[in-house]
């Protein structure tokens, strides 16, 4: 069965870089079946999808995030990062990471705990 | 971006009930709608992908249909381990987008 685990400082300040790592255990990260993602939750945002990376490093973002944003692989470890450049109070949220089946309709099969980052000086 | 509105917001409901969500896409996205539950402090969970195709191990109480811009989520007999809060997402576009969720209450 696979798990997600998500792993990084839980206290950012302003202006600096939020920096997530998600281990993947159960599955290999190498898998063509599959992307694999960041979605975030906060109480003004709901839940927001940050963007998705496959295992050969080819990634999608969220237009939004886009500028400040890079989601990386690592597949000899079976994991992928997330990270989140110039942070401000509203980047404060749960940080989830998810499985991503991309055979027919793409749908978010697994998912981490989820971290919570808060952005504060 | 696309964007999905769930009604109601939220609902009160006894066990036993049967229980319809609602969620409208601004545009078709065809069957790419996905259903999700999730309880206080705790990761969603997938229910349904595909608009109607029940995830492995998810209650056949649980069943989901539409296709286009309108979408339903329905519980055929609420149990006790429903209450929760439910949301769809739509992955037709690359910017896969949530709707605002609606929680599902005991009344």
């Known amino acids: 069965q696979v798990q997600l685990q998500e792993s990084g400082p839980g206290l950012v300040k302003p202006s600096e870089t939020l920096s997530l790592t998600c281990t993947v255990s159960?599955?290999?990260?190498?898998?063509?079946?599959?992307?694999w993602g960041w979605i975030r939750q906060s109480p003004v945002k709901g839940l927001e999808w940050i963007g998705s990376?496959?295992?050969?490093?080819?990634?999608y973002y969220n237009p939004s995030l886009k500028s400040r944003v890079t989601i990386s692989v690592d597949t000899s470890k079976n994991q992928f990062s997330l990270r989140l450049d110039s942070v401000t109070a509203t980047d404060t949220a749960v940080y989830y990471c998810a499985r991503e089946h991309t055979v027919a309709i793409s749908h978010l099969d697994n998912w981490g705990q989820g971290a919570l980052v808060t952005v504060s000086s | 971006d696309i964007q999905m509105t769930q009604s109601p917001s939220s609902l009160s409901a006894s066990v036993g009930d049967r229980v319809t969500i609602t969620c409208r896409a601004s545009?078709?996205?065809?069957?790419?709608l996905n259903w999700y539950q999730q309880k206080p402090g705790k990761a969603p969970k997938l229910l349904i992908y595909g608009a109607s195709t029940l995830q492995s191990g998810v209650s056949s109480r649980f069943g989901g249909g539409g296709s286009g811009t309108d979408f339903t989520l329905t519980i055929s007999s609420l149990q006790p381990e429903d209450f929760a809060t439910y949301y769809c997402q739509q992955s037709y576009y690359t910017l896969r987008t949530f709707g605002q969720g609606t929680t599902v209450e005991m009344k």
């Open positions: 545009q078709s996205i065809s069957n790419f």
């Open positions: 159960g599955d290999s990260i190498s898998s063509s079946s599959y992307y």
């Open positions: 990376v496959f295992y050969s490093g080819n990634a």
